[in-house]
């Protein structure tokens, strides 16, 4: 006589979570999250202009406990200080290079303005002799030239500057996927 075993398995139920990623740190987060006992569901999305990528994540409810969440929120909240120090160095460079060609914009255009004798034009410009017209446009040119290469003189200041912000904050995700990861095999 043979005895089989028609116990049905034990229910599994799942939390779900999405989490937006930034480009180009899909792997980052992945690797992040599973320290947490998150896998990937399947339900990965490209947000719009292809920016921040959505990724879907799900876990067993039996791995839920206070210290890791705790953990999570100390990463996410590391992960979220990265993804705003990258952004900064773009965001300040972008500043001086659009203020340097709109300096470049308003010279030109008073250069233009001044030589012409058909558009009414404010006392300060209307006396210039073409030499100083000249130069003025000039500047303004040159402030056009010189926007692209500020542009990234500044990134890479800004880069160096917050090198040592990023890197702590990765000390604090690495950090709390190690605690994590302990926890879970503990």
């Given at each position: 006589?043979?005895?089989?075993?028609?116990?049905?398995?034990?229910?599994?139920?799942?939390?779900?979570?999405?989490?937006?990623?930034?480009?180009?740190?899909?792997?980052?987060?992945a690797?992040?999250?599973?320290?947490?006992?998150?896998?990937?569901?399947?339900?990965?999305?490209?947000?719009?202009?292809?920016?921040?990528?959505?990724?879907?994540?799900?876990?067993?409810?039996?791995?839920?406990?206070?210290?890791?969440?705790?953990?999570?929120?100390?990463?996410?909240?590391?992960?979220g200080?990265?993804?705003?120090?990258?952004?900064?160095?773009?965001?300040?460079?972008?500043?001086?290079?659009?203020?340097?060609?709109?300096?470049?914009?308003?010279?030109?255009?008073?250069?233009?303005?001044?030589?012409?004798?058909?558009?009414?034009?404010?006392?300060?410009?209307?006396?210039?002799?073409?030499?100083t017209?000249?130069?003025?446009?000039?500047?303004?040119?040159?402030?056009?030239?010189?926007?692209?290469?500020?542009?990234?003189?500044?990134?890479?200041?800004?880069?160096?500057?917050?090198?040592?912000?990023v890197?702590?904050?990765?000390?604090?995700?690495?950090?709390?996927?190690?605690?994590?990861?302990?926890?879970?095999?503990?």
């Amino acid at each position: 006589m043979t005895l089989t075993n028609t116990a049905a398995p034990a229910a599994t139920t799942y939390d779900y979570c999405t989490v937006d990623v930034p480009r180009g740190k899909d792997a980052l987060y992945a690797d992040t999250y599973r320290n947490f006992g998150w896998t990937s569901d399947g339900s990965d999305r490209t947000g719009a202009l292809h920016r921040r990528h959505t990724l879907g994540l799900r876990r067993d409810r039996a791995v839920r406990s206070v210290e890791l969440t705790e953990l999570q929120q100390n990463a996410e909240t590391a992960l979220g200080t990265i993804d705003a120090l990258e952004r900064s160095r773009t965001t300040a460079a972008s500043v001086v290079a659009y203020a340097l060609g709109a300096i470049g914009s308003v010279l030109l255009a008073a250069s233009v303005f001044a030589m012409q004798d058909t558009v009414a034009v404010p006392d300060l410009l209307g006396g210039l002799d073409p030499v100083t017209v000249f130069l003025v446009g000039a500047g303004g040119l040159v402030n056009w030239a010189i926007a692209p290469v500020a542009f990234q003189l500044v990134r890479a200041a800004r880069t160096k500057r917050i090198r040592p912000a990023v890197d702590r904050q990765f000390d604090v995700v690495y950090g709390a996927c190690e605690a994590a990861s302990r926890r879970r095999t503990a």
